[in-house]
């Protein structure tokens, strides 16, 4: 007879190890996030929805579309790192939503996606 354990193992389910992964995890979603993030503010803003000042000259527009990611990315990190630094993660579904939201992100940034708005 097989245990619950080992049914949630074959299955491809959550199995707890004991400790807390939450910090790591926190990071890991943070960096998808920031990538949706850069790819819709670069989407919004070639498609003229969010005008962004320069922020530095020589850069030009990217700069203000950057920083306003990498500042919602560190939010993010660390809002999620704070609610989850002691908490274990099923680490394969957080993956696959990060994996889904840096699809999103690059996507964003794909002048073709831009034409058609």
């Known amino acids: 007879m097989v245990n619950r354990l080992e049914r949630r193992r074959e299955w491809g389910g959550f199995v707890s190890t004991g400790s807390p992964n939450g910090a790591a995890a926190a990071a890991f979603l943070a960096a998808g996030i ?5 790819g819709l503010i670069a989407f919004l803003y070639a498609v003229d929805l969010l005008p962004l000042p320069v922020l530095y000259e020589p850069a030009g ?14 939010i993010a990190w660390g809002f999620l790192h704070f609610r989850w630094r002691a908490r274990e993660i099923d680490i394969s579904r957080t993956g696959w939503i990060v994996g889904g939201l840096i699809a999103l992100g690059v996507a964003g940034t794909f002048p073709p996606l831009w034409n058609a708005f």
């Open 34 to 38: 920031g990538a949706f993030a850069m």
């Open 61 to 74: 527009g990217v700069s203000s579309r950057t920083t306003l990611a990498l500042a919602i990315w560190l």
